[in-house]
């Protein structure tokens, strides 16, 4: 049985400690080497969850004990920080999935842009995959650097790839509207995500100026075949974890249900976490939280002209740490949902 040693740099927030826990089923993995910056000690005091399931011990990124350590890196890190990482990891072989943002948008402009940090390492940003196994699953098997995508993106893409491949000429607008849980904005203490803020709470942020707009327009336009650009408003809701967006794509022509039920359906016929229900079925977050699913249900309006789109995730996993394992069973060779 092939075994690889594998390395998840950030390990004390949210993305990372998901991933240390599920690889812990992995059977054709050793997690070998763990840190964080901001956070030192055992791993099962960091995630007291774990204890008796592991004795390794999370210090300070060192590169020369990860290179000795590891085959394949998971970094978890914050925006910015994988700059400086993913070109040492590279030149030494070693393969990477970053989930960060820093290696997803494929013009170093953009990135300056949306995340205000200049881009350090262009070359490899245009080498990156983009990580969404149900669209890039063979050059994802051959990738030495993948860019795991965000978790609106994730639901956003899973969610009007069908459509927008097959009926991309008929579409008029496109209007996301999403929600997601608090540990979607990491394991951060910021005033506005405490429980006093976030409890019997619920409000829109960042309208029209969230970080994840670009990187939904650039891959749904390459679906498309045109430029394409959606109307995109994410929502803080007050739960832990998922994402639920609700989308409505506008026609310039009347459609059948059935027809864009079928698209759907033929999609995602071999995908093993996409789920499209029946025509007018209503998704929710409890369908999904804890898994590696993406549950996608469809509605048309009477007129014919509007078909709405309920999508549902859990971003720590299929939005983050699920699909980057996802990955990493393409890039191995194991079973895809190995661990999932």
Known sequence: MKIIRVGIVGIS???GGMAFELL???PQVRIT?????????????????LKTKTNLTCDKFNLNKALESCDLFLLAVPHGASLKI???LLKAGKRVIDLSADYRLKNSRDYEKWYARKHTDKANLLKAIYGL????????KEALLVANPGCYPTAAILALAPVVTACADRIASVTIDAKSGVSGAGRKMVPQLMFSAVHENFKAYKVLSHQHTPEINLYLSKLA????EVIFVPHLLPVDRGILATIYVQFKEKMNDHKILNVYKKFYKTEPFVRVGSLGSEPQLRDVV???FCDIGLALSKDKNLLVILCVI??????ASGQAIQNMNIMCGFKESEAL
Do not use: C
């Open 13 to 15: 927030g949210y993305s």
């Open 33 to 49: 080497y763990v840190s964080a910056n901001n956070t030192q000690g055992p791993v099962e005091e960091i995630w007291p969850r």
């Open 314 to 319: 859990d971003n720590l996993i299929k939005g």
């Open 225 to 228: 075949g045109r430029g394409l």
């Open 133 to 140: 196994p149900e669209l890039y699953r063979q050059d994802i």
């Open 24 to 26: 812990l089923n992995h």
């Open 86 to 88: 993913v070109p040492r």
């Open 290 to 292: 804890g898994t590696n």
